[in-house]
Structures are given as structure tokens and as C-alpha cells.
């Protein structure tokens, strides 16, 4: 082939437009392709992370939503099952609700809780006794206090007295109800057998781990 003609000077045109895109492409589109690519994979990576953080959050936050129920489920059970006898609290407690009901301060003849044993099994057991076999009594998670309460009044009174036991913040179990006396003349005596309860305070859930 003659190079000086003008075919050979268009093939060699050609392929020296062909080298020089290829050149080009090596060394300025490849790598900016190379870049968009990892731009592309680097938004996807993105998507995917915050998809999964979304829905992280949601379910701290429906963690968080229900905590607070939680914690007042807590707090009512501290209140119905206290970790400790509190035997100022539970006398104040049922010399208001005496009071409350009409009685006066001379007519509560007895007020004498004992002391609390724990319940295993749903059956209370005494800690001075030889536990029987297979009874652990150190992981008991409840305890029972029996109370005895003695009143004298009249029928208006035992009624308002027996309503406001019920109401009260702790759980008091009315066991047992006798009645003596006649209420034709001074009245009669109310006596009222009753059981309240401990139980180890609720641990409250880590707030960090849901913050």
C-alpha cells in the first residue's frame, strides 16, 4: 500500500482516532466510570443501612412507647406488693380507713400483724421449721403478713370499715369476718382476719438501651 495516497492517509487517520480514544478511555473515562460505579454502589450500601436503621427505630421506639406502661404496672405493683413489711405505713393505713369509718381511736381494740413468712408453692411456710424436701425457701419471691383487726361499733361502721379495705393501695385479703355482741345495745365487736403481701421490687428496664 501506497502510504502517500489518500486511502492509507484515512485508514492511518482512523486508526490513529481509534488509539487516541482508547488512550482516552483508559486514562480519563475508565476510572471516572470505575468512580460512578462505586458512587452507585456506595448510595445502594447507604439505602440498605438506612432501612435497617429505620426500622432499628422503630421498634426502640415502640420499646420506649411501652415502657412507660411498664413502668406503671411497676410502680401499681409496688404499691399492691411493697418490698418490705412497713409497719408504720400499713398501721397508719388501717387506723385512717377505722377512722375514716366512723370508728374512734379507743374502739380499735387490736391491731397485730405478724410477722411475714414466705409463700412457696401458694403455701406459706414457716422459716423456724425444717423446711420439708425440695423446698428451697431462700427463692421464694412472695410473702404473706397475716394481720388481725378488732373494732367495736355498729353495722354502719363494720360495713364503711369492710368497703375501705377493699380500697386500699396494698393488696389486704380479708381472710376471715366474725362478729360479737349484740348492736340492739353498745354495739359489737368486729374482728377481721386479713393477709397482705411482700414481693422483691420489679427491676425497671434499662432506659440507655432503648435512648
Known amino acids: 500500500m501506497n502510504l502517500r495516497s489518500a486511502t492509507a492517509t484515512v485508514v492511518l487517520g482512523s486508526l490513529a482516532l481509534v488509539l487516541v480514544a482508547a488512550v482516552g478511555w483508559l486514562l480519563l473515562l475508565g476510572p471516572l466510570t470505575s468512580k460512578i460505579g462505586e458512587t452507585r454502589t456506595s448510595v445502594s450500601d447507604a ?14 421506639q415502640q420499646q420506649a412507647e411501652d415502657l ?3 413502668r ?11 418490698p418490705t413489711a412497713d409497719q408504720p405505713g400499713l398501721f397508719t393505713a388501717l387506723v385512717r380507713a377505722a377512722r ?6 379507743q374502739d380499735i381494740t387490736t391491731l397485730s400483724p405478724t410477722a411475714p413468712v414466705p409463700v412457696v408453692d401458694g403455701a406459706p411456710v414457716d ?19 397475716v394481720v388481725t383487726l378488732s373494732v367495736e361499733g355498729d353495722y354502719d361502721q363494720a360495713r364503711r ?6 380500697q386500699l393501695d396494698r393488696a389486704f385479703l380479708v381472710r376471715s ?4 355482741g349484740s ?23 434499662d432506659e440507655a438501651a432503648t435512648g
Open 47 to 60: 439505602e440498605a443501612r438506612n432501612l435497617t436503621l429505620a426500622s432499628q427505630l422503630a421498634v426502640l
Open 68 to 70: 412507660s406502661g411498664t
Open 72 to 82: 406503671t404496672v411497676a410502680e401499681d405493683l409496688d404499691r399492691l406488693f411493697p
Open 100 to 105: 375514716r369509718s366512723g370508728y374512734a381511736p
Open 127 to 145: 422459716p423456724a421449721a425444717p423446711p420439708a424436701p425440695g423446698v428451697d425457701v431462700t427463692t421464694a419471691d412472695l410473702a404473706v403478713q
Open 161 to 166: 370499715l369492710l368497703d375501705r379495705l377493699e
Open 177 to 180: 369476718v366474725s362478729v360479737t
Open 183 to 205: 348492736s340492739e345495745d353498745a354495739g359489737f365487736t368486729l374482728a377481721i382476719t386479713a393477709a397482705t403481701f411482700l414481693a422483691p421490687p420489679l427491676v425497671a428496664p
